[in-house]
């Protein structure tokens, strides 16, 4: 974000207004600003093909309920639940062990009440841990110290089965590199705030200080192949230790650039670069960070999947997206289409936060893009949908934009959503959560396919009776095996739980219906589904 100095203090309105762009800029890395405010390099590539509209995945299961086609939709959707500067969750440092237990349930509360089926939770937010590992310090975010402190409990171990109990994916969010947040609430660049235990200590030819200034944070060296091990290794321990559903990444590799300022990474080139440009040792650097954890996660657990987040701008022009701003490609050194391309990735969900009409970045365009670049990769597209946008002035002030944006991504085969964040999906800001809630996730929905990692369909699971509660709720007793259960009432998909939970239509109608019962495995293969047993009118 290009900053400019001024010659008399700003009025106090627009102070605060820049404080909270520089925050968010600085913090979350979001798109419009970094869109609207960068030059572009020059391309003398040509136009590239046109991006043709494919239709959306059909939204049924393969099988029948007796004579009736059994139907679920099928797309991931998820919100993420940010911890760094306690922005969604905790609420604040230093909670109680209760207190933060209370408040993870409720916002899974919320994603069940979303029909939600995943969520992604913060968990390394900056060289720190939500769990007890040997590699990092335990996060400020939730103890309220710097200096390490143990919490006394596990709340990974928590957050991982609780998620489960409601059938939702848990996708672990890291930041590889970032080592640091600025000071005050983070270390900044100042070593005698780090915890004993942390690594940037141990090991200063893996710490870069960047940028200079108050707004300083310390790196772990992309560059420094010790120090890229070490940041797999300590990501892979959560992998092993918890049960967690998939490993993602945000748009945080290389820093963002700030005005005036090259990242500080001579001593590492000078030794590993190997003759490359600087740009492209960095984007290699980079490339080897996300193809060797694609690969040791398939050697420790080949089901868990692995996706990243990343800026919603490739490259402009040519073989990149008709827009006009910061391109991850040069700025930060993400290859994000040779990711695809490679296969490194079970899903990419870019951050496409900006509007229809948008003249740099018109989601409208950038979309059919990354529809196009997925095509036929087997990586599966998800949309990163920008909640935290709506009531803005401009196209944002309208409630409907968002439900128009996801109309736009069935239009072109995406296969889910991932809303930032899950402080404004409660905060339902002009009702737009309500409005795209009802239009896209009125009912549950099973997760896609993921045909690249391995299948293990169940056997037909039977259901054998089933009994009307007092709180009108209809519970079934079922032999099923698999990961989860999905519950067809006439051949709609009306529940899914995971198995060893109990089945149940939530909401049964008063006539009388027919149900069938499915079992599906980690990857979304769902088995045959069951002989259908008709429960009888209610009282």
């Not at 007796?66 to 230093?94: C, H, Q």
């Not at 944006?405 to 809303?419: E, F, I, K, T, W």
């Not at 009802?438 to 259901?463: C, G, I, K, V, W």
């Not at 006539?511 to 019962?517: F, R, S, W």
Request: charge should be neutral; charged fraction near 20%; aromatic fraction near 10%.
């Amino acid at each position: 974000m290009a900053r400019h100095s001024v010659l008399r203090r700003p009025p106090l309105r627009l102070a605060l207004l820049l404080a909270v762009v520089l925050f968010t800029v600085g913090v979350l890395g979001v798109g419009l600003v970094r869109a609207a405010l960068y030059s572009p390099l020059a391309t003398d590539a040509v136009a590239g093909d046109p991006v043709p509209v494919v239709a959306a995945p059909a939204p049924t299961s393969d099988g029948r309920c007796g004579t009736v086609p059994v139907k679920a939709p099928r797309e991931l959707r998820g919100m993420w639940l940010t911890t760094v500067y306690n922005i969604d969750f905790p609420s604040k440092p230093g909670l109680s062990e209760a207190q933060v237990k209370a408040e993870y349930l409720g916002w899974l509360d919320l994603a069940a009440a979303q029909n939600h089926n995943a969520i992604f939770v913060h968990v390394r937010p900056s060289g720190d841990a939500f769990w007890k590992s040997a590699y990092a310090p335990w996060s400020n975010w939730l103890t309220g110290k710097l200096d390490g402190s143990d919490p006394g409990w596990d709340p990974m171990a928590f957050m991982v089965e609780q998620a489960h109990a409601r059938n939702l994916e848990f996708h672990a969010w890291f930041n590889p590199y970032r080592g640091t947040q600025p000071a005050p609430s983070g270390a900044g660049t100042d070593l005698a705030k780090l915890a004993p235990n942390h690594p940037l200590r141990a090991h200063p030819d893996w710490r870069i200080a960047y940028p200079t200034g108050k707004t300083g944070r310390l790196y772990f060296d992309p560059g420094n192949p010790e120090a890229r091990r070490f940041v797999e290794d300590a990501m892979l321990e959560a992998v092993t230790k918890y049960d967690i559903d998939g490993v993602h990444f945000d748009d945080f590799f290389y820093p963002y650039p700030e005005k005036g300022e090259d990242f500080p990474d001579d001593a590492s080139y000078a030794k590993h670069g190997g003759g490359k440009s600087r740009a492209d040792w960095r984007r290699a650097n980079v490339d080897t960070l996300v193809r060797e954890m694609h690969e040791r996660i398939a050697a420790v657990k080949p089901w868990v999947k692995f996706g990243i987040s990343p800026f919603g701008i490739w490259r402009n022009g040519g073989e990149g997206s008709d827009t006009n701003g910061l391109e991850s490609y040069d700025a930060i050194y993400a290859d994000t289409r040779k990711w695809v391309r490679e296969g490194w990735l079970d899903y990419i969900v870019p951050q496409l936060y900006w509007t229809i009409g948008f003249g740099k970045a018109d989601y409208a365009k950038v979309l059919p893009w990354w529809a196009k670049t997925v095509k036929g990769t087997g990586v599966q597209l998800y949309i990163g949908m920008a909640d935290y946008r709506v009531g803005e002035d401009g196209d944002w002030s309208d409630p409907a934009e968002l439900d128009r944006q996801m109309r736009l991504n069935d239009r072109y085969g995406v296969q889910g959503q991932v809303h930032y964040s899950a402080k404004m999906i409660r905060e339902n800001k002009l009702g737009s959560v309500t409005r795209y809630r009802n239009a896209h996730y009125a009912t549950p929905a099973l997760q896609p396919r993921m045909e690249r990692l391995p299948s293990a369909p169940p056997a037909a699971p039977r259901l054998v009776a089933a009994k009307r509660e007092g709180n009108g709720q209809l519970r079934f007793e079922a032999a099923a095996d698999g990961v989860s259960w999905a519950l067809y009432r006439s051949g709609d998909l009306v529940a899914t739980g995971r198995a060893g939970t109990p089945v149940v239509d939530p909401s049964p109608p008063a006539g009388g219906a027919a149900y069938c019962l499915s079992a599906l495995d980690r990857s979304g293969n769902e088995s045959p589904i069951s002989a259908p047993l008709t429960v009888a009118a209610g009282p």
